[in-house]
């Protein structure tokens, strides 16, 4: 399925998920779709790793928290975010490094301080790696980071903007 993409998120300097300054984190980008989705798109590495060629379960976790969490920015602005209450992860097929990979999340009730959603991570050839069902705490950013972190480390990042992201 094609989705047609709105716009781009902001991503951050030291973030694991979507540092740019951060060597050894995933470098993610995320993408807001016309049906009030997100789409991430990343790479594991070797420094990912778990068993041979597979990224950690602890990855798989970090990107469906991160994209699931970030789907509220959808439905208000680039500075309403989601700190996890809890997360359920099912795996179900291992991770391969050195792909690109995407995830998607999705809002899927929103009770004021609280919202739940889910997503699933894909392989390049569609199937479904993992899927997610969280619980967020709704919070600006100025109320988890200091004041300096948004002036300075919270971006749009360079580059075109796709018009569409492919996912099954």
């Known amino acids: 399925m094609n989705h047609t993409i709105n716009k781009g998120q902001n991503i951050s300097k030291h973030c694991f998920i979507c540092g740019t300054a951060n060597p050894f984190g995933l470098k993610t980008r995320f993408y807001e779709t016309a049906d009030k989705e997100v789409i991430a798109l990343f790479t594991?590495?070797?420094e990912h790793q778990s068993y041979p060629g597979i990224a950690h379960g602890g990855i798989t976790a970090?990107?469906?928290d991160e994209t699931i969490g970030r789907a509220i920015m959808v439905f208000y602005d680039q500075m309403?975010?989601?700190v996890t209450v809890d997360l359920q992860i099912r795996y179900k097929q291992p991770i391969p490094l050195d792909v690109e990979l995407k995830a998607i999340g999705r809002i899927t009730a929103d009770k004021g301080r609280i919202f739940e959603g889910t997503g699933e991570l894909?392989?390049?050839d569609g199937r479904i790696a993992a899927t997610a069902e969280g619980k967020y705490l709704k919070r600006n950013l100025d109320q988890i980071t200091e004041r300096d972190f948004v002036n300075e480390e919270w971006f749009a990042p360079a580059g075109?903007?796709?018009d569409?992201?492919?996912l099954p």
Request: no cysteine.
């Open 44 to 46: 594991a590495r070797a």
């Open 62 to 64: 970090a990107i469906l």
């Open 80 to 82: 309403t975010f989601g």
């Open 122 to 124: 894909y392989l390049p």
């Open 160 to 162: 075109d903007l796709p």
């Open 164 to 166: 569409a992201i492919e």
